[in-house]
């Protein structure tokens, strides 16, 4: 338990996080990631070199600093992160290594006057409290997938068995366990761990799984992301036959279980987790809203299998909205961005419903906003970041 001066202390450097805390983050992973090659794999450059990774650690780490004493305020954050950690399996090791460059960082940023050895000694608290929640709470999901029916701990080796093209940018893969041995079964919107070689050096991503598991298999689908290293070698080098290892099944962003009508929104490659989302609910005759948005039908991915199930299940209705239509691929119903206007038509009338969305950051600030003006409840509009979460507002 943290100290009251100790609480004190922390919550008094709320102001210098909100103004600074960027620039501490920024300095944070890159004095971390320089000196200490063993975590380099547990964090995309990508990520790094585009800023989302600090901004997302500033906020995570202004939240805990708010909320200090009274960690319930943070809502679903804590799970968010110890779902990321598991699906990259985060280990006790990795967290003094954080926390010696976090307490550097804030004495090299924020300068001897602000770091007193006070200020270092309570931040060194509070950082201590925090792994021990994130550690005992990822143990013991370790251990439960360790001991589930089909689960593991740590990597398992998969052989990739099929490579299909579902657009002009997104192929799926499919994996099977090499020993032959069950899977561990998933919810509807997880994702999995994925850890690859690559011209010698390791590197670990996540990857929504875009099919309810059967016959022993675990599918991703995965866009080409311009100089995407990772997406480039699976698309490019990994071949059918290939081993890779993964990572048990995790992540919060799941289907409730509810007789609600449900709408599923989706930009771009965020289709993939809506997939076994929509596969679950029919199975249940929910009433479903299937809307998808893309830049045109050629990179529209999975969509005559969409088309499919709403041949064979009354009860969905899909819309699809492309930002520009190429003049070949078959018509979408609206082209042009999804508007507040459009999303009232194609949403229930009904408006006590479960809206489940993904895509590009800036689409979901759009989707939560709408949603939010048509009176869809908050609490019952959800959401997911591909990478580190941010802000929507």
């Known amino acids: 338990m943290l100290s009251a001066q100790d609480r004190a202390i922390v919550k008094s450097t709320v102001p210098l996080l909100e103004s600074g805390g960027e620039a501490l983050t920024t300095h944070f992973y890159r004095m971390m990631l320089s000196e200490y090659p063993q975590v380099r794999p547990l964090f995309n450059q990508a990520h790094q070199a585009s800023g989302d990774q600090p901004r997302a650690?500033?906020?995570?780490?202004?939240?805990?600093?708010?909320?200090i004493d009274q960690l319930d305020q943070l809502g679903d954050l804590v799970a968010k992160i110890i779902n990321k950690h598991v699906a990259l399996q985060i280990l006790p090791e990795h967290y003094p290594i954080v926390g010696a460059c976090l307490l550097r960082a804030i004495r090299e940023v924020l300068g001897e006057e602000i770091a007193t050895p006070e200020v270092l000694a309570a931040w060194g608290a509070a950082y201590n409290?925090?792994?021990?929640?994130?550690?005992?709470?990822?143990?013991?999901?370790?251990?439960?997938?360790?001991?589930?029916?089909?689960?593991?701990?740590?990597?398992?080796?998969?052989?990739?068995?099929?490579?299909?093209?579902?657009?002009?940018?997104?192929?799926?893969?499919?994996?099977?366990?090499?020993?032959?041995q069950a899977i561990l079964a998933f919810e509807p919107g997880q994702y999995i761990g994925m850890k690859l070689l690559i011209d010698g050096e390791e590197l670990r991503r996540n990857y929504s799984l875009?099919?309810?598991?059967?016959?022993?298999?675990?599918?991703?689908?995965?866009?080409?992301?311009?100089?995407?290293?990772?997406?480039?070698?699976?698309?490019?080098?990994?071949?059918?036959?290939?081993?890779?290892?993964?990572?048990?099944?995790?992540?919060?962003?799941?289907?409730?279980?509810?007789?609600?009508?449900?709408?599923?929104?989706?930009?771009?490659?965020?289709?993939?987790?809506?997939?076994?989302?929509?596969?679950?609910?029919?199975?249940t005759q929910r009433p479903v809203h299937f809307i998808h948005c893309a830049r045109n039908g050629a990179v529209?991915?999975?969509?005559?299998?969409?088309?499919?199930?709403?041949?064979?299940?009354?009860?969905?209705?899909?819309?699809?909205?492309?930002?520009?239509?190429?003049?070949?691929?078959?018509?979408?119903?609206?082209?042009?961005?999804?508007s507040q206007e459009q999303l009232?038509?194609?949403?229930?009338?009904?408006?006590?419903?479960?809206?489940?969305?993904?895509?590009?950051?800036?689409?979901?600030?759009?989707?939560?906003?709408?949603?939010?003006?048509?009176?869809?409840?908050?609490?019952?509009?959800?959401?997911?970041?591909?990478?580190?979460?941010?802000?929507?507002?």
């Open 57 to 67: 650690l500033a906020n995570g780490v202004l939240m805990y600093a708010r909320h």
């Open 129 to 180: 409290q925090l792994a021990d929640i994130l550690i005992g709470a990822e143990a013991a999901i370790y251990d439960e997938k360790a001991v589930a029916p089909g689960g593991w701990r740590g990597s398992r080796p998969f052989k990739l068995v099929a490579k299909v093209e579902e657009s002009a940018e997104i192929t799926s893969f499919y994996f099977e366990p090499v020993d032959g």
């Open 344 to 393: 009232a038509q194609w949403l229930p009338e009904q408006r006590d419903l479960d809206a489940y969305f993904l895509g590009p950051k800036g689409f979901m600030g759009a989707i939560k906003r709408h949603l939010k003006a048509l009176g869809v409840p908050e609490k019952q509009s959800r959401y997911e970041f591909f990478g580190p979460a941010a802000a929507l507002e």
């Open 300 to 338: 529209h991915a999975f969509r005559d299998w969409v088309d499919a199930l709403a041949e064979r299940h009354p009860q969905l209705k899909r819309f699809y909205c492309y930002a520009e239509d190429d003049g070949v691929s078959p018509a979408a119903d609206k082209i042009g961005l999804l």
């Open 210 to 283: 875009s099919a309810l598991a059967k016959a022993g298999q675990y599918r991703i689908s995965v866009k080409r992301e311009a100089g995407g290293r990772v997406s480039g070698y699976l698309h490019d080098q990994l071949a059918v036959g290939a081993t890779v290892d993964l990572f048990p099944p995790a992540g919060d962003f799941t289907l409730v279980a509810s007789d609600k009508p449900l709408v599923l929104i989706s930009g771009g490659v965020g289709i993939t987790p809506t997939l076994p989302m929509l596969e679950a609910a029919l199975a």
